[in-house]
Nanobody, 126 residues
């Protein structure tokens, strides 16, 4: 069973950047789908970015053009580069390993069999 450990969260001013990392306990290059979710206080979890086995990516409209998801397969690490951060990006960010590729990955939804990390906090001040 894969274990996921996120890092890279912290506090930053609006307009700044952060890069989140998610270290996996096993190879992720053939994982059907790797995802980033976030949850802000009082709000539901939101799927913000996914990367499929074939490398295709999907982004929520709220982060499109500002965030980039990628994989470092040599290090079994999922990355999320976050630029032009806004106060509304403040949330706990979670790395997720999914079992399904294709439209279930692109849909950025929670699916059966998803494995979650413990999360890392991102705080953006105005």
């Amino acid at each position: 069973q894969v274990r996921l450990v996120e890092s890279g969260g912290g506090s930053v001013q609006a307009g700044g950047s952060l890069r989140l990392s998610c270290a996996a306990s096993e190879a992720i290059d053939r994982r059907a789908c790797m995802k980033w979710f976030r949850q802000a206080p009082g709000k539901e979890r939101e799927g913000i970015a996914t990367i499929d086995r074939d490398g295709s990516t999907s982004y929520a409209a709220s982060v499109e053009g500002r965030f980039t998801i990628s994989k470092d397969n040599a290090k079994n690490t999922l990355l999320l580069q976050m630029n032009s951060l806004k106060p509304e990006d403040t949330a706990t960010y979670y790395c997720v390993a999914g079992l399904f590729s294709g439209f279930l990955c692109r849909g950025r939804t929670q699916n059966s069999g998803d494995k979650w990390g413990q999360g890392t906090q991102v705080t953006v001040s105005s």
